[in-house]
């Protein structure tokens, strides 16, 4: 990995509702280098989305971030800034787009409205250049700078997808946020989607956040990914080696149940059991009821990610040395 761009250190996140108290990110700790791509990738319900709003402080309440630090290169702790930072960072520096992000373009503006909007409110920008650098943005994203007249419903799925990308793009951030980008898309337009946003990964250097859980969409496109399970990062890998030689049996159990990318057709076997219930977490190991090699350890002893050899981690007792 190169020279971080972010550093998110022992991350804690609780939902605190009338139901209980729930830690639904466990002192999570990972970088993302400058200009990688990391994949966050786990079952619905692990903490994926919590982890990537809490990043850019866009976290709700009953979500309250109660431990950690994020570090964000040049800026220090982005959980120490105060209104006024927060607010001239977030899409300058880092922006999202988020879970069916093609709905969350305003029905009754332009699109010149809308882009003009963010590029005013972050530059000293006129009216006039805006435009231009929207003109330019759409065609990044190979859209005709004359639709900048047009509203949303004018464009199709893909189309509006590629929008909000532009949005994302428009003040070059250094890390874009992407949750789930694609997933309300059809196969076809979802990798032509990841094909663009790569290009302009290439061509701009910013690192991505990549989070889907098409897991064998997220081999192909990121460089190294982090496995989550029940609010904890389980395992960290170079994208290439972690369905081959995984160093958790989640992992084991996630890629058993996503097709092969090549060779035979095989039986996916899935894993067996379901999340755990974050109200009443066990002793020891998260994964201990779903796991078939957990030992007397798992069921005592609390996990840790370590490193393993360089550029893998996991938290296994399984692979404790
Ligand atoms: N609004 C909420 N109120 C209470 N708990 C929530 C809320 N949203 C999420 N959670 C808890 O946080 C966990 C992680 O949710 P989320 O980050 O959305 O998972 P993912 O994006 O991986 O599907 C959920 O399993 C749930 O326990
Ligand atoms: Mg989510």
Same mark, same amino acid.
Request: charged share 20%.
């Given at each position: 990995?190169?020279?971080?761009q972010?550093?998110?250190?022992n991350?804690c996140v609780?939902y605190?509702?009338?139901?209980g108290?729930?830690?639904?990110?466990?002192?999570?700790?990972?970088?993302i280098?400058k200009?990688?791509?990391?994949?966050?990738a786990?079952e619905?319900?692990c903490?994926?989305?919590t982890?990537?709003?809490?990043l850019?402080?866009?976290?709700?309440?009953?979500?309250?971030?109660?431990?950690?630090? !994020? =570090? &964000?290169d040049g $800026?220090?702790?982005? @959980?120490?800034?105060n209104?006024q930072?927060?607010?001239?960072f977030?899409? +300058?520096?880092?922006s999202?787009v988020?879970?069916s992000a093609?709905?969350?373009?305003?029905p009754?503006?332009?699109l010149e409205?809308?882009?003009?909007?963010?590029?005013?409110?972050?530059?000293?920008l006129?009216r006039?250049q805006a435009?231009?650098?929207?003109?330019?943005?759409l065609?990044?994203?190979?859209?005709?700078p004359d639709?900048?007249?047009d509203?949303?419903h004018q464009?199709?799925g893909?189309?509006?997808?590629?929008?909000?990308?532009?949005i994302?793009?428009a003040l070059?951030?250094k890390l874009?946020?992407m949750?789930e980008?694609?997933?309300a898309?059809?196969?076809?337009?979802?990798?032509?989607?990841?094909?663009k946003?790569?290009?302009?990964?290439?061509?701009?250097g910013?690192? !991505? =956040? &990549?989070?889907? $859980?098409?897991?064998? @969409?997220?081999?192909?496109?990121?460089?190294?990914i982090?496995?989550?399970y +029940?609010g904890?990062?389980?395992?960290?890998?170079?994208s290439?080696q972690?369905?081959e030689?995984?160093y958790?049996p989640y992992t084991e159990?996630?890629?058993?149940?996503?097709?092969?990318?090549?060779?035979?057709?095989?039986?996916?076997k899935?894993i067996?059991g379901?999340?755990?219930?974050?109200?009443?977490?066990?002793?020891?190991?998260?994964?201990q009821a779903?796991?078939s090699?957990?030992?007397?350890?798992?069921?005592?002893?609390?996990t840790q990610l370590?490193?393993l050899e360089?550029?893998r981690?996991?938290n296994?007792?399984?692979?404790?040395?």
């Amino acid at each position: 990995m190169t020279t971080p761009q972010i550093s998110i250190r022992n991350l804690c996140v609780d939902y605190i509702t009338d139901a209980g108290d729930v830690r639904a990110v466990n002192n999570v700790s990972f970088d993302i280098g400058k200009g990688e791509v990391f994949g966050l990738a786990g079952e619905s319900g692990c903490g994926k989305s919590t982890v990537a709003f809490s990043l850019m402080r866009l976290h709700k309440p009953p979500a309250f971030i109660t431990g950690g630090e !994020i =570090l &964000f290169d040049g $800026h220090g702790d982005i @959980l120490k800034f105060n209104d006024q930072k927060l607010s001239s960072f977030r899409w +300058s520096e880092m922006s999202m787009v988020f879970q069916s992000a093609m709905n969350a373009l305003n029905p009754v503006l332009t699109l010149e409205e809308q882009f003009c909007d963010v590029i005013m409110h972050h530059t000293n920008l006129t009216r006039e250049q805006a435009v231009r650098r929207a003109q330019g943005l759409l065609e990044i994203v190979d859209i005709h700078p004359d639709r900048l007249q047009d509203y949303p419903h004018q464009f199709s799925g893909g189309m509006r997808q590629r929008l909000v990308i532009a949005i994302a793009l428009a003040l070059n951030p250094k890390l874009i946020i992407m949750d789930e980008p694609t997933t309300a898309l059809d196969v076809v337009v979802q990798r032509e989607i990841l094909q663009k946003i790569y290009a302009l990964k290439e061509e701009f250097g910013f690192a !991505i =956040l &990549f989070i889907t $859980h098409d897991l064998s @969409l997220m081999v192909e496109f990121s460089d190294r990914i982090g496995i989550m399970y +029940s609010g904890e990062l389980v395992e960290v890998a170079p994208s290439k080696q972690i369905l081959e030689t995984p160093y958790h049996p989640y992992t084991e159990g996630l890629s058993s149940s996503f097709p092969p990318l090549t060779g035979p057709k095989t039986r996916l076997k899935g894993i067996p059991g379901n999340p755990l219930n974050l109200l009443d977490v066990p002793q020891g190991c998260r994964f201990q009821a779903r796991c078939s090699k957990a030992h007397n350890a798992c069921f005592s002893q609390s996990t840790q990610l370590r490193q393993l050899e360089p550029g893998r981690l996991s938290n296994c007792h399984l692979y404790n040395k």
